[in-house]
């Protein structure tokens, strides 16, 4: 509902007047009120407002007179309230006419009118009659009851979209994620360079920016839009938002915390005493669609030889893995347990995980290359009793890796089986074992830079067909027959002397994953 002429005659805002013209059309509704009192006064005049004047910018020039009721007509001006006997005794017959037919009600006010005090009650009228239109007691309950339902920044946005004469840009300031109403609003904050919480007027729009504190650190940044006019609903609306925000950042705490104690019991007991039905069943309370078989990735990240994680790195890596698996965000989770950062995935028969691993290793190494990253990652797990004892291998072996700071940066299951057998043995003697038998590869590979063993290894992974071998490692077919020729003239026949064929891969298997006999 709309303030018209016709309520403010009722709620006594004059104390005296004459209605002049138009009285038919006093229903006209006003969103502002202006004094009109400059000679260029088609510069000033504001939409839907009502003015105030002596009528000093027009005096008795009837043409002059006639252009500003056009102009304000064009405008959709409610109606005039004109203080008589200043500039002006008697309005002209012809203007009245005019007014008439233009539907712009004119009304005379006393020469002793006070133009500044009727300002500030027509002002304060509007004022109070946008409070009982927006409902700010109502539209509060509802808003935040939405916010408790779904907290999160696109509901604040829907919010938004329906409060007229209101925009907003919300920004996390942890992953920086931007959320904005209108692409004004957007330019905006890209140009605007300060930090501090201001109010600036740009044209007829009125902007405010804040940073929204909890517990002495700035959670988000905000930026409202309004007329100018509307300064007073952009107040309220401020102080509602940021409650709102800090509602929303205190449930999203809440949620992360449950759904790490959810996750932990994930990978110990809850998973060993559930079916795949009834586990599936507990994680849609967390929004999680977990579909068998499933992943588990464990990244140990460390920069300057410290522990390294911080929320971009940790949205960057989900990003990857979503990626690089052809997931949806429904379909993995993560949490840090142990300073170690753990990922649980949906994962499909079909998909190569060493080459997709490797893949997602490469792809972390080019984007923060002055950090460390060491990756376990378990086969596919078919069976939710076997997540406890998996994540422990996976644990364990992480720790193990850390302890020995071994130089391989990606494990299997298959590797952490082998590596939880042989970490209690003396990597002395490990290395001694290898270096017995690669001896001849490894200085070979020392003088020539000839990657010998990775080519041999390689070679018996592909079942002694040089064509696949080639394949697999990107080079001519000439190169690996020139590699493998160079192999049997340092005495490794692989072909021919089966008897060595384990002992031979075993060591190839050592060095290549482990690198006990490297220096």
Known sequence: MKTTLKDLFEREIFESYEILTAKEHLNRSFESVSILETPDFENYIIERSLILTTFYPVKTDVETFKHLLFALNKKETAGILIKMKRYIDIIPEEILKLSDQLNIPIVALNYDA???LLFNNILSELQTQDYTNYSFDANYSLFLKQVYDNPSTKTLMSIVDKIPDLELLIQNSDNKTTYYSNEIMLNYFNQSKTTKNLFQRVGDALYYSEDVIYDDKPIYRFVFMAKNEKRHILHNYIEIFKLMIIVIHQKKVENILKQNQFLLNFVSNLSSNYTNTQLIEATKRYKW??????????????????????????????????????L??????????????????????????????????????????ESQFRITYSNLIHDAANISKTYFQLSEAMIHIENKNLGIHLYTEDNIKLLNLLK?????????????????????????STPLIDTLYKHIECKFNAKDTAEKLFIHYNTVRYRLDVIEQLGFSVLSNKESHFDLYFALYLYKNFEPGKN
Do not use: A, C, W
């Open 114 to 116: 006070n133009l500044s």
């Open 289 to 326: 669609n977990v579909i068998f078989p499933v992943t588990l990735i464990l990244f140990s990240i460390k920069e300057n030889h410290k522990n390294m994680i911080n929320p971009n790195m940790v949205e960057y890596i989900r990003t990857v893995i979503i990626n690089k698996f052809h």
């Open 328 to 369: 949806n965000s429904e379909e993995l989770r993560y949490t840090l347990l142990n300073d170690q950062l753990l990922f649980i995935i949906n994962t499909i028969e079909t998909i190569s995980m060493h080459e997709t691993m490797q893949n997602v290793y490469d792809t972390l190494k080019i984007k923060y290359k």
């Open 424 to 448: 209690n043995i003396d990597y002395g003697n490990l290395k001694e074992y290898v270096y017995s038998i690669l001896k001849p590869l490894v200085e070979y590979e020392q003088k020539n």
